[in-house]
């Protein structure tokens, strides 16, 4: 009989994520799930929602706060990578194609093929393998593994077929545990057991049981910032009692969404899909009744395009505002405009089939910019002579009073949803993209046409249609009705919904034609599962879709390339974090937007019980044993603002399951940005979490790493919630793409944390002593175990240097937090202290003496300690990466992370390359003569006066003239001898790391070395 697990017997136990977690294997997992993209296991519910914390990185964060840490770390670490299916077994099982035996018989070294394999005829191939299969008389020979071989055993043996690459290269090919979820952990749970001393053969029974050993019971975790719901998902297909809750009631729906519609049974899933293609089939219905989208001759309106029109005040011409005139590269397909000399407008002709030089210049349209973010003009030619007038002239532009930019855009009322006749922006149908049936086949043939008098009766069906019903639909809460509110929400460039269009309500947003669409699928699908659906699809509607047609080399919005979706496509709304006003849109048609009702997920059921809140975090009314969140930090998304643009057709009459959260932003409950507001709030919710949690309990707070003063806020917030930092680990969580935008590299930090015990004191002193010993034992520990595991990584490190320094920061926050009283201040009210700007608290003092210390542990090898502490931040930042980068090290987030670490305030001087995933220092042929001077980091440095030298050496420079430079370059190198010993260590450094990197720079650094060593000074 398997003994039952003990309840408590790891109640006081350090978790496995306070003393480990790999996170190099972690952040090449997580680079794969976000490569996955559309089909990461919870995207299709919402791709509109930005930000979601990758599974992979949940599900460690969740196991690492339930496994113990114990004695054997090696072993830890390991049972931890078979959970997490990073394990060689596990790799085959992830392997896209499994070997087969004859395979592994024409290439392993196999004693005795008879002790796995049988084959038929018998007795024909040889005892041992390899096997050579080119002889004729086995070439019919069929082999199977045998049957009493367990699949442990088998996977044992495939191991060796798999190639012998790095991780990182392992898991690019690979597919993610995941995927494969129900059979990737077979061969684990022996080991697992064992180690474990529980019983458990899959992850629901081991989280119940790690439950029980440490909380006595099942564990509940909490996620109050739950957003898309990837924390608690996770966490409730492992098996824990979940309760997630979000301010945003969008969030809600997206959580309780993961739970119930990915997370319910295949069962579930097939009746809602029944379900909604019921829901597809009535809306169509209705709309092909009324023939408002074909054209009876058998083709149906794919998508529609509508440009603003406005009157030229010079020209007196009512001129189309179309940036790009090209429909679709493939067609090669342009909208012509034709000047109509009586009416003093331009008839819009569509062309297809154009020349190469037509299609170039239909690129140019009536809209032009001097530069990307200058204004914009409206640009057209009558008879020769050319007219341009800034867009802003057109609106009225004017200054205020108060200094504030008003226009004479006409504010539209509630009622309106297009524009009144004396309205400056009017709005035109430009051209029509149609398909119909290829035959008897799937697939479709498609056409742009210009707009006829039929398509423009079409238009005013719907037009007096969606005038008959819009106030009986708004009170009925099928359309929106709620204002949009002065000030968001938020553009990258332009103005506010509200300045540049006078849209003052959600519905103004949206076409005629979409608001018929949305409004009839609200009004069959009022369900739960059906407002998902909705909110899905919202994403490909309104008036802030730019049509996209594709370009060879362009993926950028906009810009004709393919952004959201394939070629000649409306992209979508939610392409970045922000709602942009365009001059032209395209209006999917009911058919392409009906389609995404046809959900495709791969169900993964959820076991643990589930509850889903909508309140802020400060108001949490349970007692979770764990809290992982990942609160709004910084620069993040505005959520807040941006979802009101759902909240706006979710609000009214919502099901019963969503009945309870409150359908409005409330934007003031928000917790945003990186002021005081931000710090009160974050408190109030930490402070809230600690409370309600047991003595043993666990949290991680997860935040993005970008702001330099992370630390200091981080640790302010956790000392003033009554928590104290156990660990923190940094996981690289952005994918290429993201990095190709420009040169931030994004990772997440993992703060550990747990409740503060006892009222400790100490005083200042006491505590540089106790932060050295801590950080020191943590960088040695972290340092064994890379030597420890070198067999499980393949020669790999399991801690870079950066871990080490993340790991190094915790410690001496480990330390620092430990502590009620520093030297007679009592913390939690220096750490709630409102911050005053440019003022350097008692606390942040503090935080940069632990970050000090932690660098000082850090000195790498070649460097004395002693020469290492006289070495400015920017020279310590140079040797350092120079060390990292002989390791092959080339990411830019390493460099940002070093330089806030040694405080260099502009690393950038430093660089000879700084693309995202190519990073590399300048070389000193380089820097040349350059950051000698007064104004530079490295003026008056020892290494910057090296390699001057060094690229002097290069250039042939005499050696006697250079030894005069540097004499110069280096302050008191007479007067103190310690600089001349200092510069023949950084030459020596300098050559030793740059062999293979640049070998000519690095025998010039020898020949320094060579020449200050022998040089006879006075
Ligand atoms: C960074 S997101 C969480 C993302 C989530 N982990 C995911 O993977 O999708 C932060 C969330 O905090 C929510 N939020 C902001 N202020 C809040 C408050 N005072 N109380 C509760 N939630 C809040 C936002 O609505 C947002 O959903």
Redesign the pocket.
């Known amino acids: 009989m398997i003994p039952a697990v003990v309840p408590f017997s790891l109640k006081e136990a350090p978790a496995l994520i306070e003393r480990l977690l790999p996170v190099q294997k972690l952040s090449a997992e997580v680079f794969k799930e976000r490569k996955a993209g559309a089909g990461q296991t919870l995207v299709p519910l919402g791709a509109y929602?930005k930000?979601?914390?990758p599974l992979i990185l949940n599900k460690a964060c969740i196991l690492g706060c339930l496994l113990p840490a114990t004695d054997n770390p090696k072993r830890d670490l390991e049972i931890f990578e078979k959970l997490m299916a990073m394990d060689d077994e596990s790799f085959v099982a992830r392997w896209p194609r499994r070997a087969k035996p004859r395979e592994i018989l024409g290439t392993l070294s196999i004693a005795h093929v008879a002790d796995y394999f049988v084959s038929d005829p018998p007795g024909l191939i040889p005892h041992s393998a390899p096997v050579d299969w080119s002889k004729p008389d086995l070439q019919h020979v069929k082999v199977n593994w045998r049957d009493d071989i367990s699949e442990l055993d088998r996977r044992h043996i495939e191991i060796q077929m798999l190639p012998r690459d790095p991780y990182r290269k392992r898991v690019e090919m690979a597919r993610r545990p995941e995927e494969i979820i129900d059979t990737v952990h077979a061969h684990i749970w022996d080991d697992v057991n064992e180690h474990l001393g529980t019983s458990a053969h899959s992850f629901p029974q081991l989280v119940e049981q790690l439950g029980i050993m440490r909380f006595g019971h099942r564990p509940q975790l909490a996620?109050?910032?739950?957003?898309?719901?990837?924390?608690p998902f996770e966490a409730s297909r492992l098996g824990c009692d979940v309760y997630a809750?979000?301010?945003?009631p969008v969030?809600c729906m997206?959580t309780w969404g993961s739970f119930h519609i990915v997370g319910g049974s295949a069962d579930a899933q097939a009746e809602l899909e029944c379900q909604q293609r019921r829901l597809v089939a009535k809306v169509l219905q209705e709309i092909d009744n009324m023939g408002i989208e074909t054209d009876g001759q058998g083709w149906r309106a794919k998508a529609y395009l509508y440009c603003l029109e406005v009157l030229c005040p010079q020209s007196g011409w009512m001129v189309p505002l179309i940036p790009s005139r090209v429909l679709s590269y493939g067609k090669r397909a342009i909208a012509e405009l034709v000047p109509d000399q009586i009416n003093k407008r331009y008839n819009i002709v569509v062309r297809s089939g154009v020349t190469e030089q037509q299609l170039a210049a239909a690129a140019k349209g009536t809209i032009g910019r001097d530069a990307r973010f200058s204004d914009a003009y409206l640009l057209h030619e009558v008879n020769g002579v050319s007219y341009k007038t800034k867009i802003s002239t057109l609106r009225g532009d004017f200054e205020k009073p108060d200094g504030t930019i008003g226009n004479r855009i006409r504010a539209w009322e509630k009622t309106n949803f297009r524009p009144i006749s004396d309205d400056l922006f009017q709005e035109r149908l430009y051209a029509i993209h149609w398909m119909r049936p290829k035959g008897t086949s799937k697939s479709f043939e498609y056409e742009f046409r210009t707009v006829t008098d039929m398509d423009l009766e079409r238009e005013r069906i719907v037009e007096s249609f969606v005038g008959k019903h819009l106030t009986e639909w708004q009170t009925k809460g099928w359309v929106p009705d709620m204002r949009i509110e002065p000030g968001g929400p938020p553009r990258y460039e332009g103005l506010s919904l509200i300045k540049a269009r006078g849209w003052t309500h959600w519905h103004h947003v949206f076409p005629a034609r979409h608001l018929m669409l949305l409004g009839l699928i609200r009004k069959y699908g009022s369900d739960a599962n059906s407002l998902i659906m909705l909110s899905r699809i919202l994403n490909y509607t309104s008036k802030l879709c730019i049509w996209s047609t594709s370009k060879p080399g362009s993926s950028k919005a906009g810009e004709g390339g393919r952004t959201g979706g394939g070629s000649d496509n409306p992209v979508n709304v939610f392409y970045n974090q922000a709602l942009n006003t365009i001059y032209n849109y395209g209006c999917r048609g009911a058919v392409p937007i009906l389609e995404m009702f046809n959900l495709k997920v791969v169900p993964s059921p959820c076991v643990g019980k589930m509850v889903v809140a909508c309140?802020?975090?400060?108001d949490l009314r349970i007692s979770p044993d764990i809290c992982i969140?990942?609160?709004?930090?910084g620069d993040?998304?505005k959520?807040?603002e941006i979802?009101e643009f759902f909240i706006a057709w979710l609000r009214k009459n919502p099901p019963p399951e969503f009945s309870d959260w409150i359908w409005d932003s409330r934007r003031s409950?928000?917790?945003?940005g990186e002021n005081e507001d931000f710090r009160r709030?974050m408190v109030a919710?930490y402070k809230r979490m600690t409370e309600c949690m047991p003595d043993n309990g666990l949290q991680i707070i997860?935040f993005t790493h970008q702001s330099g003063a992370i630390w200091a806020d981080m640790a302010n917030i956790v000392w003033a919630s009554g928590l104290q930092v156990t660990a923190a680990w940094y996981v690289v969580t952005e994918t290429e793409s993201a990095h190709r935008e420009g040169s931030y590299v994004k990772g997440t930090v993992l703060l550990v944390c747990r409740k503060r015990q006892g009222l400790h004191k100490t005083t200042r002193d006491d505590l540089a002593w106790e932060i050295q010993e801590e950080v020191q034992r943590q960088v040695d520990d972290l340092a064994g175990l890379n030597q420890e595991a070198k067999g499980l990584y393949r020669d790999e490190n399991v801690f870079e240097d950066a871990d080490i320094q993340m790991a190094g920061y915790a410690a001496a926050l480990r330390v620092l937090t430990r502590y009620s009283v520093i030297d007679g201040h009592d913390m939690t009210a220096e750490a709630s202290r409102p911050r005053v700007k440019g003022e350097i608290t008692f606390v942040d003092g503090l935080i940069a003496f632990a970050v000090d210390t932690a660098n000082q542990c850090l000195v790498p090898q070649g460097i004395s300690k002693g020469h290492w502490d006289k070495l400015s931040g920017a020279e310590r930042f140079y040797l350092k990466m120079l060390d990292l980068e002989v390791r092959g090290a080339k990411t830019l987030d390493n460099y940002q992370n070093f330089a806030k670490a040694f405080k260099v305030r502009d690393f950038h001087a430093f660089m000879g390359d700084q693309r995202a995933n190519h990073a590399r220092l300048k070389s000193a042929v380089e820097f040349g003569r350059g950051e000698m001077s007064e104004g530079s980091e490295f003026h008056q440095s020892a290494l910057r006066a090296v390699l001057f030298a060094v690229m002097e050496l290069m250039k042939d420079v005499d050696g006697s003239e250079v030894l005069a430079h540097l004499m110069l370059n280096i302050p008191n190198y007479y007067g103190d001898m310690t600089q001349r010993e200092l510069a023949v260590e950084l030459a020596d450094y300098l050559s030793k790391r740059l062999d293979v990197l640049r070998p000519d720079e690095a025998s010039a650094a020898r020949v320094l070395r060579e020449l200050v060593k022998n040089q006879r000074l006075g």
């Open positions: 929602w930000g979601r914390k996620d109050t910032f739950s957003g898309s719901g990837q924390i809750s979000d301010l945003n969030a997206l309140h802020p975090a400060a969140t990942d609160p709004p930090y993040a998304v959520y807040e979802l409950l928000a917790i945003s709030g919710a997860m």
